[in-house]
């Protein structure tokens, strides 16, 4: 079975400050890993995701298979950024429709 | 930017009675998806949809539940006899291919009395 962890529901820090949000999954083949973003009363949004190694908003995301994880990071975070953002993973090969499996989201408050 | 669109975004309903909820999918998609999340929890996978037909469907997806794509455009989920249980936002997505990422909708937040 895959699960996907966000230890985190609350994340508070100071504008200028680095961010980062920690997302650890469990699957037994090879998976895709994603970021989507939730801003206030808004759809989800996809940030990131792994295999195409992108910058989005100044946003990043490794994923080390070694330790499982797929942690965001933000060098310097902005009021703007304050949202809700959900790790997601899907399997990367094979049958089956690719769905999605969300861990539980972190919100993060970025305070000026 | 197109967009994935559902309707309505909002529904209250009486335990007991069917619901529909609506989805436009993005045009020239071809995978589409409901999921649904209930206050606090997280986002669950319900029912994934290809080529007229259910390719994977959740535990949650039981009888109650069913999903249609009447014409080129809509993808519907039905709940057929609704329980407190069932109130939650649900999220239609889309996608065009496996390649491509899902595309969410504003979701419909279903509230159940």
């Known amino acids: 079975a895959q699960r996907v962890t966000q230890p985190e529901k609350l994340l508070s820090v100071f504008k200028g400050a680095p961010v980062e949000l920690k997302c650890n999954y469990s699957?037994?083949?090879?998976?895709?890993l994603f970021w989507y973003v939730q801003y206030s009363r808004q759809r989800l949004q996809l940030l990131l995701r792994?295999?195409s190694r992108e910058s989005i908003k100044g946003f990043t995301a490794d994923l080390n298979k070694g330790e499982t994880s797929f942690h965001l990071k933000k060098p310097f975070a902005q009021e703007e950024d304050s949202a809700m953002y959900y790790c997601a993973l899907s399997p990367y090969s094979g049958a089956g429709s690719y769905q999605l499996t969300f861990g539980k989201g972190t919100k993060l408050s970025v305070i000026p | 930017e197109p967009e994935v669109t559902q309707t309505p975004s909002h529904q209250v309903t009486q335990m007991g009675q069917e619901v529909i909820l609506r989805c436009v999918p993005i045009?020239?998609?071809?995978?589409f998806y409901w999921y649904r999340q209930i206050l606090g929890q997280k986002v669950e996978f319900l029912v994934s949809?290809?080529?007229?037909?259910?390719?994977?469907k959740s535990e949650i997806f039981d009888d109650q539940f069913s999903v249609e794509r009447p014409d080129g455009s809509n993808f519907t989920l039905k709940i057929r006899s609704t329980k407190l249980e069932d109130s939650a936002m649900y999220f239609c997505?889309?996608?065009?291919?496996?390649?491509?990422?899902?595309?969410f909708g504003d979701g419909t937040r279903l509230s159940i009395l």
């Open positions: 997505a889309s996608r065009r291919d496996r390649d491509q990422p899902q595309h």
């Open positions: 949809f290809y080529n007229n037909e259910i390719s994977e």
């Open positions: 045009s020239n998609h071809l995978y």
């Open positions: 792994h295999i």
């Open positions: 699957y037994s083949g090879s998976p895709e």
